[in-house]
């Protein structure tokens, strides 16, 4: 099951001690951007909602707030339980002693501040250049520059796959290093290979791509004895930076200077090499925290493609970049696929799961065969994986039609995954020894009304309770 | 486990909210504000306000809004700076303009605002914006356009805000190839800094919701009875609910509108109910249409579900305010209308 990016990160920021969430919502920058990123529809309205009022928001009157029906329960206790994993949420009493939900101080300071820009000087939404740079800087230097690195990384990781493919691009040593601490690749410096895990980094959208990459680097970087709310707290600044304008590193702290450095080998910052002062965030930084996709889909490609041919090209490649954004891949019913595409990378890619056919100068037929699925699925792809590559990568004629994709194609390909698959498994608690059975009747009971559980197991007095319904099964059945 | 079974497994897939357009007509007929006097002057309201759009922006990416003054003349356009307007701009001070399209990408003059590394970019050009336009509508009021029209253009208004909102939601499913959102392009919103073309977040087929907020201080509206009532039908169409604020008058179609359209009415009729302007902005009307799948929206059914914690909130004013006070921006009195403006200050003015 693919993990999204938010989730992703979400699950990374649940692990960390209270204390540096504390720490970490002491900027307007990291509070506006886990609010935004993170949170839940329903749970934003909720935060929204208790930022201005001075005393806690009674249970009672959030229960009569939110609707009775089964759906919206259960979004409001998912909103819940994010906000208090989160420590943005806190249970506090009124002055009457009834029991009411209150924000954290430290967020909800933050947040109005980034609301209404006050809070001193925090300086977290980035320092802008007061002076012009020497060598101007466009959108589209910055956009090749974030795509030659990025896909330089990802051209490292297919090369493992397959070594007559990749090989072209360099990357430094560091980045190297992280993606064997990331597992995505093993073995030494000399031969590597892709891992399991490395499919599934490669067939994610970028967005998902880049938080994968930096998750790792957070894990890392605390054997590298950097602060990680000094990271956390930079990364969720450069997601609120503006493209195109280049920022000061003036009250950048020593860590966030370093991390400047492996940042810009990730093409997520661009530094200009003549002047070490200022840095400009990529596509790659200023889309961290929101849900837009990092890098236009087959710009991957045709940069560096039209590199290695002639430079007209890439100029008027540059110029056009509305062409380029657009996907490469058709899929007909008939299970047969055309790539317009003469990236390597690409190509490489859908040879994971396609049998690739004919290779035309611009254009490569593939056919999608339950032979070729199934290696994919023995190499721990899943079907949810490539057909989400498929969408995201649909040729705009494609997309013209909803579904994008035609449903017997992608109705096939869940069958054969699921040929190979009977079990599922979620998060989620396991309560027995339920006092007496008709306790555990009243709860199984109540379960049919709330949906809070996933399975029951009558004989032995068991219940597997959802991950999100933790506090409220905690409060009604214990 | 009761099943073991596989068939529903499509479902792993985090539902993301279709993003959403906010269109605010903010009624600033310097009759009706004067009438309210001190206990909610318009620089407030509007301080208000703006955490309130700010709050809207920060929801969602995609999230935009537009602002239309309903003034005691003519409609006009707070939030996007119009088309024209921004051109006659740019020529007046080209040279200016020009200095700050070499150092950035070409953003033009106009919605220029300060740089300021403690507020996040897109809120202090949707404010900068807002209040330039708030206070070039103020300075090119005359006295005798204010004498001779005593009402307030809500129908231009809601009429703006329909065009609008139809234009927007068409190029919505269609902006899959538009890059970025352009500062400088007069058309485009805050909060739409994004590619839009993601096919995976579905956003293209869930489209935009839209809503208008009316923010009303005027009573009296029987002379525009037949275009209010054509454009309140045209939302029930398009299924835009009208939300309405009302600050003080009489009520009679707004009212109607909000019922009609399936949106909040409420009426602030009190000093000390106007006194918490914001937490009724941030508690009833920010919600958008998906939220409010999940909520009980005062007025609905014909029961008010919610009034126990409206009528405490009618309190909170009395209370001291949350947020630290800062400087206001510098106040500027415009000749015999009695309404104040606060200034383009860099921060948002802080309520109070």
């Known amino acids: 099951m693919s993990m999204t990016a938010s989730q992703r990160a979400l699950d990374y920021l649940e692990q960390l001690p209270g204390t540096t969430f504390t720490k970490l919502y002491q900027q307007p920058s990291t509070a506006l951007a886990i609010f935004r990123r993170m949170l839940p529809h329903l749970a934003k309205t909720l935060v929204m909602a208790m930022l201005y009022m001075p005393e806690p928001f009674a249970t009672t009157s959030l229960d009569t707030w939110v609707k009775g029906d089964a759906e919206s329960a259960q979004a409001k206790d998912r909103a819940l339980s994010i906000l208090q994993r989160l420590r943005i949420l806190f249970d506090a009493p009124d002055a009457k002693g009834r029991s009411g939900i209150r924000l954290s101080e430290q967020f909800a300071k933050s947040l109005r501040a980034a609301l209404t820009g006050g809070g001193g000087e925090h300086r977290s939404f980035g320092v802008p250049c007061s002076t012009a740079d020497a060598t101007t800087v466009t959108v589209e230097v910055l956009d090749t520059f974030a795509r030659r690195q990025w896909e330089a990384i990802l051209y490292y990781v297919v090369g493992s796959a397959n070594t007559g493919l990749g090989g072209a691009a360099n990357i430094s040593q560091g980045t190297k290093t992280l993606l064997q601490k990331g597992n995505y690749v093993r073995g030494t410096a000399r031969a590597t290979s892709i891992t399991q895990l490395g499919f599934t980094f490669l067939l994610q959208e970028v967005n998902a791509q880049i938080w994968d990459l930096l998750i790792v680097y957070l894990n890392y970087s605390t054997e590298l004895r950097m602060d990680p709310v000094d990271v956390l707290s930079f990364l969720f600044t450069l997601g609120s930076l503006e493209l195109g304008i280049s920022y000061s590193t003036s009250n950048l702290t020593p860590t966030q200077l370093q991390m400047l450095e492996d940042l810009s080998d990730f093409g997520v910052v661009y530094q200009p090499p003549e002047d070490k002062t200022r840095y400009y965030p990529t596509r790659l930084a200023t889309t961290l925290t929101s849900d837009a996709p990092a890098l236009p889909n087959s710009n991957l490609s045709s940069t560096t493609t039209t590199s290695t041919t002639t430079d007209t090209t890439t100029s008027t490649a540059s110029n056009i970049p509305s062409q380029n954004e657009k996907g490469y891949i058709l899929l007909e019913t008939n299970y047969r696929l055309y790539a317009y595409t003469t990236s390597p990378l690409h190509l490489s890619l859908l040879s994971l799961f396609c049998a690739l056919k004919t290779r035309y100068p611009n254009l490569t037929t593939a056919k999608i065969t339950k032979k070729s699925i199934l290696r994919a699925l023995a190499l721990s792809i899943t079907s949810d994986q490539i057909i989400t590559y498929l969408t995201t990568h649909a040729h705009p004629l494609m997309r013209l039609s909803t579904p994008t994709l035609p449903p017997t194609v992608v109705d096939q390909i869940r069958l054969w995954q699921l040929e190979g698959e009977r079990m599922k498994s979620w998060n989620g608690f396991l309560i027995k020894d339920i006092g007496s059975q008709e306790e555990y009747e009243k709860a199984v009971r109540m379960d049919q009304m709330t949906g809070y559980f996933r399975g029951v197991a009558v004989k032995r007095k068991e219940a597997i309770a959802k991950r999100e319904a933790e506090m409220s099964v905690k409060k009604e059945v214990l | ?352």
């Open chain 2, 1 to 352: 486990m009761n099943v073991v079974d596989a068939t529903d497994r499509a479902e792993a897939h985090e539902d993301l909210e279709p993003p959403s357009l906010l269109t605010i007509i903010l009624d600033t007929n310097p009759h009706a504000w004067a009438l309210l006097g001190d206990s909610l002057p318009l620089s407030k309201a509007v301080a208000n306000l703006l955490v309130f759009i700010n709050a809207h922006l920060a929801i969602n990416y995609a999230n935009r809004v537009a602002v239309i003054a309903s003034h005691a003349e003519r409609a006009a356009w707070l939030y996007p700076t119009p088309a024209h307007a921004r051109k006659q701009e740019t020529q007046m001070n080209g040279s200016v303009s020009n200095s700050h399209a070499q150092n950035g990408e070409g953003r033009g003059g106009a919605v220029q605002p300060p740089d300021d590394a403690n507020k996040y970019r897109p809120f202090a050009q949707m404010e900068y914006a807002f209040m330039d336009n708030l206070r070039k509508l103020m300075d090119s009021t005359t006295t005798e356009a204010i004498q001779s029209s005593p009402s307030t253009m809500l129908a231009g208004a809601l009429t703006r805000a329909l065009a609008y909102i139809s234009k927007q939601t068409s190029t919505v499913p269609t902006t899959t190839t538009n890059a970025q959102f352009n500062y400088s392009d007069p058309s485009s919103v805050a909060g739409g800094n994004d590619l839009n073309n993601d096919p995976t977040s579905n956003q293209t087929t869930q489209g935009l919701t839209s809503r208008v907020l009316i923010v009303s201080v005027s009573g009296d509206l029987a002379d525009k009875y037949i275009e209010i009532m054509n454009s309140i039908f045209a939302c029930q169409r398009l299924s835009i609910p009208i939300d309405i604020l009302k600050l003080a008058g009489d009520p009679v179609f707004l009212q109607q509108a909000a019922d009609t359209t399936g949106g909040i009415y409420m009426s602030l009729s009190t000093p000390q109910a106007r006194a918490g302007l914001l937490q009724y902005l941030m508690f009833a009307y920010l919600p958008d249409q998906t939220a409010r799948d999940h909520l009980i929206m005062p007025g609905e059914d014909g029961t008010c579900l919610l009034c126990g914690s409206h009528l405490s909130m009618a309190n909170y004013g009395q209370k001291p305010a949350v947020v630290p006070r800062k400087k206001k921006g510098k106040k500027k009195r415009i000749a015999d209308s009695g309404v104040d403006t606060p200034g383009s200050g860099s921060g948002t003015p802080i309520p109070v």
